[in-house]
Antibody, heavy 115, light 110 residues
Framework: EVQLVQSGAEVKKPGESLKISCKGSGYSFTSYWIGWVRQMPGKGLEWMGIIYPGDSDTRYSPSFQGQVTISADKSISTAYLQWSSLKASDTAMYYC????????WGQGTLVTVSS | QSALTQPASVSGSPGQSITISCTGTSSDVGGYNYVSWYQQHPGKAPKLMIYDVSNRPSGVSNRFSGSKSGNTASLTISGLQAEDEADYYCSSYTSSSTPVFGGGTKLTVL
């Protein structure tokens, strides 16, 4: 069974760093792209970027380029989304999803940034 | 790139059919047969309902169908059921080699 399991909710202060994870199982992790999607409270879905764990080829939406870093560790079938300096406006639910088609989704990680 | 345009809301009675539109440009919807549709219930992760314009993943009801004409893609739900009440998002591949989502449509089953 294909599963994407994300790390738990986080509460952070502005300026802090954060790295959230997405662990894949039940399929060949290195053979599918993994993407990240943001959903701000009460708002729609926004595509952030995508990584191919097989060779770490990474692409970003222009809206998120330079704001976040996407990485992956294929030895443990895990993709990451990280911030070096969080802002209150980063408060959102973040989802990982498999493939360009996004056929399987993680359960989401709620990130709250508040002073 | 700009988000694809979807109606904010649609509604229908049980048993009826509804259609949700998703309008883009020749640089996204019109230029590629890579349109997907996702269903999201409150507090849940999105679920893939249609991919590559009109293909249904295994396990998705055949009441859901997709199509495309020019720069507009459509999701049709026939035989509307209470459980179909959710938010629906379209997504398309773009000429920037990245995908873009629509703004989302809230479906209400009356």
């Amino acid at each position: 069974e294909v599963q994407l399991v994300q790390s738990g909710a986080e509460v952070k202060k502005p300026g802090e760093s954060l790295k959230i994870s997405c662990k894949g199982s039940g399929y060949s992790f290195t053979s599918y792209w993994i993407g990240w999607v943001r959903q701000m409270p009460g708002k729609g879905l926004e595509w952030m970027g995508i990584i191919y764990p097989g060779d770490s080829d990474t692409r970003y939406s222009p809206s998120f380029q330079g704001q976040v870093t996407i990485s992956a560790d294929k030895s443990i079938s895990t993709a990451y989304l990280q911030w070096s300096s969080l802002k209150a406006s980063d408060t959102a639910m973040y989802y990982c999803a498999r493939g360009v088609v996004k056929d399987y989704w993680g359960q989401g990680t709620l990130v709250t940034v508040s002073s | 790139q700009s988000a694809l345009t979807q109606p904010a809301s649609v509604s229908g009675s049980p048993g009826q059919s509804i259609t949700i539109s998703c309008t883009g440009t020749s640089s996204d919807v019109g230029g590629y047969n890579y349109v997907s549709w996702y269903q999201q219930h409150p507090g849940k992760a999105p679920k893939l309902m249609i991919y590559d314009v009109s293909n249904r993943p295994s396990g998705v009801s055949n009441r859901f169908s997709g199509s495309k004409s020019g720069n507009t893609a459509s999701l049709t739900i026939s035989g509307l059921q209470a459980e179909d009440e959710a938010d629906y998002y379209c997504s398309s591949y773009t000429s920037s080699s990245t995908p873009v989502f629509g703004g989302g449509t809230k479906l209400t089953v009356l």
